[in-house]
């Protein structure tokens, strides 16, 4: 599904923001720079001034854009689920890190915890429309920031074969987590020739520095901003990831369902078309905390402009509720829906002389009078349409007969039947049962089964 059609911004206000970008690069530049990272940095070209500010030469930055890879291959743990990213092709998946999530019985907001984080991976396996499972939730019930990496990582390795991703907090986080990767990966140096699990970190926070912690996080992934990922890795696998976000300036608090929102998401990713850079993009971050007509509302024209704008990766698209702070199970599956069908609006109209069809047209005019039964009528109901199965398109007398439930209590069905039957085994047990040893695994190996009681 190739995007690129929304352009928000003019081409002439384009290149004014680029000559913004490689102006404050150059004259300004960033704080709070670790010494690795600066190290390399003046050894590539930068400079850092009396101020202790990096600058970025504008020539650098240039060569290292024109030098960036323009696609690259998403991989997913099992290989049916790799994704090409570039190009424009819109994909979509989860992101956030809520502390909370609505009790699938209580219907009251909790704290989340690793359970919660594999069940939501079990579910997200089952949805077509959710091409990656990034961790939605923080882990309450773990204690110690390496415990909560850890097992963040094996929840979402051990509950879905898509590719995953995880916000590190640190860079022992991720030396750590290297020896669970190639365990699943199959052996030593295994993820690193095929990686399926992504190091999300957000190194760079406003205005205009560094976040250290993350930051040396990055350098152990061998991740980074585009500039200094190339001064680590000329190789690198690199994402254009300008992440905006909006608040509500009467109370300060975040708004990320505003229209706002996606006008800003929609034109970060032109911004990254205008580059040619694989890119991501939050949208769908609705404020309601409900799966309710707000809730659909924001959800469908943020997502809409970001995807119709070519943003080649939407995180954050599904289940997300109240301004990232809380998640809920029904939402999955009421999103994935959603996300069929702003897909298939990316997907466009296909003209050409078979569907232009003028002879089907003659022939249905002179005869039966009807398209439903004529053959390209079969031969195209699969390829031309996106069929839902939340959303409820029977008459309001069949609706009613069959007992007017809403899209919310429908899409409670369908988590209850894969939350309860659903339980992935492409981690034997034998790795399974080293990962254990070698690390303080919460979730019970018993609750990753069926009949546990849960669901």
Known sequence: ?????????????????????????????????????????????????????????????????????????????????DIEIGGRRVHTGTGGAAPTIMDFETGRY??????????????????DNIHWYHRSIVARDATTILDLDMNTTYACLSGTTKSIAVSYTDSASVRAVQPMLDAVAGGDGK????????????????????????????????????????????????????????????????????????????????????????????????????????????????????????????????????????????????????????????????VTQDTLSFEVIRETVTGVGHYLGHAQTFARMKTDYVYPEVADRRSIGEWEGAGARDSRDVARDRVRKILAEHYPRHIGAEVDAAIRAQYNIILPRERMQAGNGIW
């Open 110 to 127: 909790r704290e989340s915890t690793v359970a919660d984080l594999y069940d939501i991976a079990r579910l997200v396996d089952r949805l």
């Open 191 to 350: 993820h690193r020739a095929r990686p399926f699990c992504t190091a999300v970190c957000c190194h760079v926070v406003p205005p205009m520095r560094f976040a250290t912690e993350s930051c040396d996080a990055l350098e152990a992934a061998v991740l980074a901003g585009l500039v200094l990922c190339h001064i680590i890795d000329p190789e690198c696998r690199g994402i254009f990831a300008a992440w905006p976000f909006v608040s509500d300036l009467r109370t300060g608090a975040m708004s990320g369902g505003s229209g706002e929102q996606a006008l800003l998401s929609a034109a970060c990713a032109q911004m990254a078309n205008f580059y040619d850079l694989p890119n991501s993009v939050p949208a769908g971050m609705t404020d309601s905390k409900l799966p309710d007509a707000q809730s659909g509302g924001e959800k469908g024209y943020t997502v809409s402009l970001a995807a119709q704008a070519g943003a080649t990766m939407i995180h954050e698209c599904a289940g997300m509720q109240g301004s990232l702070m809380g998640t809920s199970f029904e939402s999955y599956v009421i999103d994935n829906d959603l996300l069929g069908a702003i897909l298939r609006t990316v997907k466009g109209i296909e």
């Open 1 to 81: 599904m190739v995007g690129g059609r929304y352009k928000p911004l003019t081409d002439a206000e384009i290149l004014q923001i680029h000559e913004l970008v490689l102006r404050l690069l150059e004259d300004l530049g960033l704080s709070q720079l670790t010494p690795s990272l600066e190290a390399r940095a003046i050894a590539a070209g930068c400079r850092v001034d009396d101020d202790g500010r990096l600058r970025f030469p504008r020539m650098l930055v240039e060569d290292v854009i024109a030098r960036s890879r323009r696609t690259f291959t998403l991989h997913g743990i099992d290989p049916m689920h």
